[in-house]
Structures are given as structure tokens and as C-alpha cells.
Nanobody, 122 residues
Framework: QVQLVESGGGLVQAGGSLRLSCAAS????????MGWFRQAPGKEREFVAT????????YYADSVKGRFTISRDNAKNTVFLQMNRLKPEDTAVYYC???????????????WGAGTQVTVSS
């Protein structure tokens, strides 16, 4: 089993930045693809970004491309999401997820964190 704990959320003004962290425990996730998803009030959960097990491949949703960067530190079993130039529409609960495969895709994740709230004020 893998446990995921997100941190780093909060309230920020539009145009600002936040860095989310996701700490994994239970086993090493160095061979797992990791992803970030988000869910805004009244909306379905949506894909944000994913990174392969090695960290060499990343994919982003069009809505965050060029503003968000996903990265990982396998030595620390941690994944990050650097969010720059935040917009009010980025307001959501952000979830970290792990996939029992090194291949980075937008779906089919096996483990999920409880989420961290990100609120962007206008």
C-alpha cells in the first residue's frame, strides 16, 4: 500500500505562486508514475499533470501548460507541483495520485491523497 499526503495549499492572489508537495510512504514510488488532479466546487475531478517514474516524461493539461511544473525527488519519495501565474479558475482541491506503472498517463491511478485546498483570489 502507498499513502500519499499533500501539502502546500493555501490562499494566494491572482498572479501569485504556490508549490504543492506530495509525500509518499509505505513503499518507494520511484517506479510509479505520479499525477496531480484537481476538483473545483460543482465540477468533476480533472487531470492537471503527470510525471513518469524516472521523471523524464511529463504531460500537462492545456489549461496549466506553461504555468505549472511537475517534478519529483525519488530519493525523498516526494512529488511537487510548482504553480505560477495562478488564476482564480485554478481554485480547487488538488490531489496527488500514484500509478502502479512507470508510464505517465492521464488516467488509471491506484492510490490517492486526501487533497489540499488551493484558493486564488482575484
Amino acid at each position: 500500500q502507498v499513502q500519499l499526503v499533500e501539502s502546500g495549499g493555501g490562499l494566494v492572489q491572482a498572479g501569485g505562486s504556490l508549490r504543492l508537495s506530495c509525500a509518499a510512504s509505505g513503499r518507494t514510488v520511484s517506479t510509479y508514475a505520479m499525477g496531480w488532479f484537481r476538483q473545483a466546487p460543482g465540477k468533476e475531478r480533472e487531470f492537471v499533470a503527470t510525471i513518469s517514474g524516472s521523471g523524464g516524461i511529463t504531460y500537462y493539461a492545456d489549461s496549466v501548460k506553461g504555468r505549472f511544473t511537475i517534478s519529483r525527488d525519488n530519493a525523498k519519495n516526494t512529488v511537487f507541483l510548482q504553480m505560477n501565474r495562478l488564476k482564480p479558475e485554478d481554485t480547487a482541491v488538488y490531489y496527488c495520485a500514484a500509478r502502479r506503472s512507470a508510464y505517465a498517463v492521464e488516467y488509471d491511478y491506484d492510490y490517492w491523497g486526501a487533497g489540499t485546498q488551493v484558493t486564488v483570489s482575484s
